[in-house]
């Protein structure tokens, strides 16, 4: 088997999100990928995470594969492009993002969608045309000491910031956030979400420790994500299924990009389990979270510039 199985999974979704985007240059919201906003209109604000679109686009747009027929199509690029530039004038003025009601300056949703559009600048070899700082300075003032996953994001979201702008500060600001996430990891190597452990959102975590391992070969980093992968593992099957009985958020799905860099045994294990079909995929998520587990599906394949 190879990773070629998660590509085709993650390529097959990006119809389906290319379908959220306003296309329209004309447009005020040229960019805008929560569709409830700028289209039907039943909502007066975007919610940021729907942004994450450019980190697919920019992903299916790099992605040398046969059967990727978005593979260096200019029209790609233009569209990731506008989606990190829609949600670049959609902040607020200190920085963050509304998710779930306007004006709720949510620590998730900035750290989130910062993440994906400096990734799809570092991807696509661009610099932001506004100033992203104002964003990262939000981050550094807050935490959400609750939820492991979207520190570890916020983590990453600052070390791309340093890629991008070139400035070194960004990275000093990781660190500490790094610093704070590696703290966060009980002695039985789970990263706690909501007070109790998660395989689903510890996945998630495990993905952005390999992405920032992979931008700093960090030894600690490495170190903690082969303690979250003793935790994780003992509760997966042969093909990657697990119950989520007992756990904090009861999620069901798992991300795969972190096996990838540290156990490429279980990621094994999951991609036996997609091609029975018996573990959750891109295509049975929502509008909203099939973005987020579709770029991460596009990694795990990704080979161009990525061992």
């Known amino acids: 088997m190879s990773r070629t199985i998660f590509a085709q999974c993650g390529v097959s979704q990006v119809p389906r999100i290319l379908g959220f985007i306003d296309q329209d240059s004309a447009s005020s919201t040229y960019g805008c990928a929560d569709r ?5 209109k039943t909502i007066d604000f975007s919610n940021a995470r729907f942004q994450e679109a450019a980190l697919v686009l920019a992903l299916a747009y790099l992605l040398p594969m046969e059967s990727n027929r978005f593979y260096r199509k200019d029209l790609i690029k233009d569209w990731a492009m506008a989606a990190i530039n ?3 004038k959609s902040r607020h003025a200190d920085g963050s993002t509304d998710e779930s009601y306007p004006s709720e300056r949510h620590f998730c949703s900035t750290a989130f969608s910062l993440y994906s559009v400096t990734e ?6 661009e610099k932001p045309r506004q100033d992203f700082g104002v964003s990262g300075t939000f981050l550094i003032r807050n935490d959400n000491s609750d939820v492991a996953n979207q520190e570890a994001c916020a983590a990453l979201a600052l070390y ?3 890629l991008v702008s070139g400035e070194e500060t960004w990275k000093a600001a990781a660190d500490v956030k790094i610093g704070k996430l590696l703290r966060m990891q009980t002695k039985d190597g789970s990263f706690l979400e909501y007070g109790g452990f998660d395989l689903g959102y510890d996945t998630i975590t495990l993905s952005f420790l390999a992405g920032l391992y992979q931008k700093t070969s960090r030894a600690d980093i490495k170190a903690a994500a082969e303690r979250l992968i003793a935790k994780i593992q003992p509760f997966m099957d042969e093909d990657g299924y697990f119950s989520n009985e007992g756990m904090s958020r009861r999620t069901q799905f798992v991300y795969p990009y972190g096996f990838r860099i540290f156990a490429p045994a279980v990621l094994q294990r999951l991609e036996g389990g997609l091609q029975k079909d018996v573990i959750l995929n891109p295509s049975w998520m929502d509008d909203r979270y099939c973005m987020p587990l579709t770029a991460n599906y596009l990694m795990t394949g990704f080979t161009e510039g990525r061992s």
């Open 36 to 40: 409830a906003y700028w289209h039907y």
């Open 120 to 125: 799809a600048l570092v991807l696509l070899g």
């Open 86 to 88: 829609f949600w670049a």
């Open 160 to 162: 791309n910031l340093s």
